[in-house]
């Protein structure tokens, strides 16, 4: 079946300006996760979304950071007033039992900041 | 959250066994194991994932000695393709708090 996808996969933009990412999770997966990973770094957990419960976002780095899930579907991923710290690739995963490392991870979104 | 210790990278040849340790020394009484591999503009793939004694699967083996506080990857005969980095994660299976996937161990099989 379908993978997780994301959307754009490459995303270049000026500082200052807000961007949106896409994550289409894994059809039946409840769960989804983002992470961000710099260059030649590992992964950083950013938000956790689950079923209908209020979004763990502990790992979101500043309040220029949000993230929104319409049900167990679509997740878009803001980063407002963007700064070149913020580049990195920005990666979305799904699992279908909750609270799981079983997760299923897409390509991820290239963001560039100049 | 346990944190864990990887080698930062290891070399191998085709067809040779691999064996990735990692090291998670205040590992907690429910956590569990796991490990993922990641190739280059890739997104992370789960491999396998265990609590104690030998996990095997189609993939690779996973062994947990008694006392938990280190793990091994076994990758059986590699190849060119398996060239990625395996990443070992420690955590609660089922309180997801944070997921620390640490810096990784970068895998170079060569010819």
């Known amino acids: 079946g379908a993978g997780v996808s994301q959307s754009p996969s490459n995303k270049v933009t000026e500082k200052g300006k807000d961007v949106e990412l896409r994550c289409d999770p894994i059809?039946?997966?409840?769960?989804l996760y983002w992470y961000r990973q710099s260059l030649g770094q590992g992964l950083e957990f950013l938000i956790y979304?689950?079923?209908?419960?209020?979004?763990?976002k502990s790992g979101l780095p500043s309040d220029r950071f949000s993230a929104e899930r319409t049900g167990e579907s679509v997740s878009t991923l803001t980063i407002q007033r963007t700064q070149q710290e913020d580049s990195a690739v920005y990666l979305c995963?799904?699992?279908?039992?909750?609270?799981?490392?079983?997760?299923?991870f897409g390509p991820g979104t290239r963001l560039t900041v100049t | 959250l346990a944190k864990t210790t990887q080698p930062i990278s290891m070399d191998s040849y085709e067809g040779q066994e691999v064996n990735i340790t990692c090291s998670h020394n205040?590992?907690?009484?429910?956590?569990?194991i796991t490990w993922y591999q990641q190739f280059p503009s890739q997104g992370p793939r789960f491999i396998i994932q265990g609590y104690k004694t030998k996990v095997t699967n189609e993939v690779a083996s996973l062994f947990i000695p008694a006392d938990r506080k280190s793990s091994t990857l076994s990758l059986p005969r590699v190849s060119l393709s398996d060239t990625a980095v395996y990443y070992c994660l420690v955590g609660l299976q089922y309180n997801f708090n944070k997921f620390y996937f640490g810096s990784g161990t970068k895998l170079n099989v060569k010819p």
């Open positions: 059809s039946g997966h409840t769960a």
């Open positions: 205040n590992i907690a009484t429910n956590d569990y």
């Open positions: 995963a799904s699992s279908l039992k909750d609270y799981t490392y079983e997760q299923y």
């Open positions: 979304f689950q079923g209908n419960s209020a979004p763990d």
